[in-house]
């Protein structure tokens, strides 16, 4: 056989086996990564440090992630040993990390995962003992320690801020230039993540220290193909996860059947909220409409004015939420008629806000899902609603409130 030929050959074979392995790789099962299986590739593998772990886990779960440099967590941080929020794909389960073994928590992994069925949010910490201080065993925390209820509180949420702004995280400012101290923190970061045990385990480094993972250029300005930087993509999956255990809270309420036409009207901008609860359900409400809005105009501008205290430029005047974003209407019902507290309901610091912003349309986001939910038992609301887009016909909304006061007129 000629040297031509042999090469032909095994060109042929190499891709044969290659489009063979990837015909075998398809039909395996996908690797998600959760807090089960995490623990059991530490146990299987015996994997003793953070580091060891992390050049375990596969390429997907290592993709994405966002670096903070001020941390108000039980993990410190700094510009050039941020802790990282490592996300993957959808962020459904997060772990952390920090770089510096003088840092508090260097010795542990927290995590946040995202349970589908009853749509909650689990905490927990994996903690590796350090090597020479002991036996080496890892200790695996219970579902929702106290020492994480303390700041993400009861039913827990994650703490992640809000869209536009992110203060202590690199890109603080949504599609803005990096601010002196984060260009300068981020060039220190760089100068030895390559080589750093744990950081450069991270893909898409060297992507992610370019100012224009933050804020497009001019070049990906005028071609259209700026991407959102890694804190808005953050947000908006956290974001929506978190309408996800919003909604079902809510419609595991005691009086949920009754309110339900009402709350899907208070989110629909249409709808007049006065006509969608009976006068005599109204007079039982503990606080007026009028006084919950103007207690949470109150809230949101303390939030915004210590929000940007909290970030590098200390300036007052940041975008803030798109108007509407606080779900006034909805809360109120769900405050005053189902008895459910609303001021642990969003990713902001501040507890006692009502800050919901992310990229997208909060309400519609959530009007949508209690839509779907309650037309797939009244196919009616669908038709009408097809009837609304298309005339801007008011039958809709009347619909939503002759079947709310009829049901809260008999509860």
């Not at 623990?39 to 779960?61: G, M, N």
């Not at 905490?123 to 993400?152: D, K, M, Q, Y």
């Not at 105009?297 to 798109?322: H, I, M, V």
Request: charge should be neutral; charged fraction near 25%.
């Amino acid at each position: 056989m000629s040297s031509v030929s042999a090469c032909r050959t095994l060109t042929r074979v190499k891709r044969g086996i290659a489009i063979f392995c990837a015909l075998w790789l398809s039909a395996q099962p996908a690797f998600a990564l959760d807090f089960a299986s995490l623990r059991q590739l530490i146990e299987t593998e015996k994997i003793a440090s953070i580091e060891e772990l992390l050049s375990r886990l596969p390429a997907p779960d290592r993709s994405g992630y966002v670096l903070v440099f001020d941390s108000r967590s039980l993990q410190g941080a700094s510009f050039r040993d941020p802790r990282a929020l490592v996300f993957g794909k959808d962020a459904k389960f997060i772990f952390t990390f920090n770089g510096d073994s003088q840092q508090r928590g260097y010795e542990q992994i927290e995590t946040m995962e995202f349970e589908p069925v009853n749509k909650t949010f689990i905490f927990r910490n994996i903690v590796f003992t350090r090597a020479g201080s002991g036996s080496g065993e890892i200790t695996f925390s219970e579902v929702n320690p106290p020492v994480c209820l303390g700041c993400h509180g009861n039913p827990p949420r994650p703490i992640w801020d809000t869209h536009p702004v992110w203060p202590g995280v690199y890109g603080e400012n949504y599609l803005r230039p990096l601010d002196k101290l984060e260009r300068n923190g981020l060039a220190e970061f760089s100068a030895s993540m390559n080589s750093h045990p744990r950081y450069r385990h991270l893909l898409y480094l060297e992507n992610y220290v370019r100012p224009t993972a933050f804020s497009p250029d001019t070049v990906q300005r005028y071609q259209g193909t700026p991407s959102e930087p890694p804190n808005a993509v953050l947000t908006n999956s956290l974001g929506y996860m978190n309408l996800l255990a919003i909604a079902a809270q809510v419609e595991r309420a005691e009086k949920f059947a009754a309110y339900q036409y009402a709350l899907l009207g208070s989110l629909h901008p249409g709808c007049s909220s006065a006509d969608l609860v009976p006068s005599d359900v109204r007079a039982s409400f503990r606080v007026s409409y009028d006084d919950f809005v103007a207690s949470s105009d109150k809230a949101n501008l303390q939030q915004r004015a210590l929000k940007s205290l909290r970030t590098l430029r200390k300036e007052s005047g940041f975008t803030a939420a798109p108007a509407g974003e606080s779900m006034d209407r909805f809360r109120y019902l769900v405050e005053q008629g189902l008895g459910i507290s609303t001021s642990e309901w969003t990713l902001a610091l501040e507890k006692n806000t009502y800050d919901f912003a992310i990229s997208g349309q909060v309400r519609q986001e959530l009007e949508v899902m209690f839509f779907n939910r309650l037309a797939s038992v009244d196919p009616a609301l669908r038709n009408l609603r097809e009837i609304e887009a298309m005339s801007r016909s008011d039958k809709y909304c009347a619909y939503l409130e002759r079947k709310s006061r009829r049901l809260l007129s008999q509860n």
